[in-house]
């Protein structure tokens, strides 16, 4: 179980009622820019901005966790947190375990990226962070996949020349290609779009927040927050 | 030990670190929020340690007195404690145990507390109990989270190196002379006062050496901390490490990963000598006044 | 799908034989232990190799730290403490770096950052300097009265180390070392978690078990089944052990013999 817990947030609004039981949202914090710890060692990023809206329009109280990517489903249904909010892909295999929220980014693409054109990703050497649909999609192509622990160490990988291209998303590899010498090679698109994942037996909490995404949607709120993060796609 | 919300900047003239070069930067960079929390995990790996020491030490200690007991279905748990423990991979144990033993704890408190609960605790995938059986409850302020997740950490620790304990304590306990044994009957204590006033005060000195290489162990095998959902120095040096860019964060920079696990190799490195030291002091007063060839060398000599 | 037909499917999947992509969906039982099962021959592979080639450099490790020659004593002292003062997982995350670095120097260096012969590499120079440590402190517990013998003997330099010095110090150090084969069997689980990336699903048991963990999403069954994998091979290791340990000890009256105790350390 992974109890870091970086900050509370909208705690003045509930401060009043008391009692209310934190809902505690789990995140990776390392995957920018959806979810990652700024300087101050905070959760910051898209969905911190997000989750602390949806919160605020559902009237919760809710806390920040991180957690490694490995273990963020188990940790969730055994009830160490109430929610992840971490970059999810919906997808049919997590589907039979936990429940989603509506997607709260379109589907988004997937992209290769390597340091010179060219490559044929098809047959590449290809980088993927292990247990992501990433992973799942470059070991059913004939491409020779190498997977590492975390996204940083896939980005390292390709420009250390040990591999020739990474597999992830899209939103994740735009800040790097625009900093460093990596560039786009292709897309594909992988899963549906990014949703909050609760258990199975927590239907009335999904309810409020698929609500609060519904409204955020409605009123324009969410396309403003996928411009401020630049990530594609809109509602 | 953590810190909420916005740091105080420690030196004024980091507000624009854009505009610092130099050492001026890294003063800076040094002292940022997540840096603090860096710095703290070396105390929470060292308070980690201090803690599990002796409930390892209680837990061997229980270990190795039921292995010894003679009713055999006793010994057998304390034996089998023992072996099942010491025969697989730490990290095997360390992936898993967690959950299974704040799942166990939640199962426990729900039979107590939840009687009349008539839900099923497993639900499809889902671990399901009673609000009131929650572990920590859910109105608990985060901290009582962190401490309940510190508080699992060190009882895995434990029960994983209580096992390597209870073997040496085992071995240390059958070392001490049989004749002291005796001669402690001949006195007329019972096997009771035999085993607490004449076996237990001896038997330290045949355990040191076992225990002095576990205690290495134990520093060397911090670095699965992370594992079992400690912020360690691991942690942090892998986040501080990895490269950043200038989106999000004040102070981008490339790979610097490297750097950061050079300080924890000088930190174990410093660790472990120094606790060679004062375990080869130790061993040294310890033998005083022994029944064995060092403590026979200090008498010859004194 | 009986389980033979995943037997002959899944069985090499670690070395690169039978079907190439890992099962996704419905992993059933018989899945799990023949993956993991997969994954320990790679443990084995690397336990067998870094045991056999450390047990050789222990050896001179040991002579090294044991002969008066301050040039020889340092760099075997240092090297000694480098490793076991270290975690073995931040040994391994060094010696990646190291590798990947020495690949871009020269492309002579290009296998190195390859699990197969890279790890090999830091779990042979880690045994090594656990063993060596061993057999070092073995040669000074050798009893006064064999080396008088020795010379009572007319027995000097190369002969009176492999007739008398070697043999001796191998049985004092046998009950200890065989622990640290134990552990450095364990250890092995350590090469694709820190440090080393997994290539084409190739990994070792723990590769298995943790993707198996991932796509169930239910721990309780591939890690016990690891450590059912583990046990089995801890008894294996300790009856092989002492086998040798009984060979070491023949020429001793019965009561003198060393047992070999089962003591391994857990993680460098």
Redesign the interface.
Known sequence: MKSLILTTAALALTAGMGMADTVRLGTEGAYPPYNFLNDNGEVDGFERELGDELCKRAELTCEWVTNDW??I??NL?SGNYDAIIAGMSITA?REE?VDFTQGYTQPSPSAYAGMSEGVDVKTAVV?AQ??TIQS?HV??TGA?????ATPD?TVA?VQ???VDAVLSDKDFLIPIVAETELMFLEEVRLGGGIGMAFRESDDELRGKFDAAIASMKEDGSLNDMLDKWEIEGKF | MRLHGKRPIIFSYCSDPSLLEGLKWLSCYLTTGKHMGFYVSFGTVLLLLAITAPAALAFGFGAAMLSRARLAPVSWIGKGYIA?V????????F??FV??LDQGIEWLLHQARCPDWSDPIRQG?DFVVCDIAKMPLGTSPQWIHETYGFALAVLTFAI??GA?AG??LY?AMSSVPRAQIETAEAYGMTRRQAFWRILVPQMWVYALP?LS??W??LI?????LFLLGVEDI?YWARELGGSKMARFTDYPHGDW??WY?LV??VF??AF??VSEVVLARITLKLSHGQATVGGEAQRKAA | MSCWDTVQKYAFQSIGYGER??P??DITLCDQFTLIGSGMMVNLYFGILAVMSGFIFANALAMAKFSGNPWTRKPAEWFI??F???????QF??AY?LF?YL??VAPIFGPL?AAWLGALIVLFLNTAAYSGEIFYGALLSIPKGDMEAADAYGLTGWSRFRKVMWPTMMRLAWPAYTNEAIFLF??T??VY?SGF?????QGDA?YY???I???T????VP??I??FY??LL??LVILLFGLINKRLNRHLPQAQRSKV????????
Do not use: C
């Open positions: 490995d273990s489903i188990p249904t295999e375990l980088a292990a247990s799942a070991a059913s020779t996949l190498v997977e590492f160490e990988a250390s020349g040990e | 099942a010491r025969g697989v991979p730490d990290i095997a144990f992936l898993f959950i299974a995938n994983v190196f390597f073997n040496v071995g076992g290489n576990l290495m162990v060397k095998a911090t670095p699965l691991v990963r490297m696990f924890l190799l174990y490195l472990t000598r | 992509v890992l996704k969906s403490f480098l076991r003062g270290s975690p073995l997982f931040i995350f060094f770096f990947i690949k871009g950052s364990h250890a689980t350590l978690f990336p997994v290539w084409r699903q723990l078990a943790k993707y963990a991932d796509k999403f239910n721990p309780f890690y016990p690891l450590a583990f046990i801890t008894l105790k089962y003591k391994p350390n857990l993680i460098r």
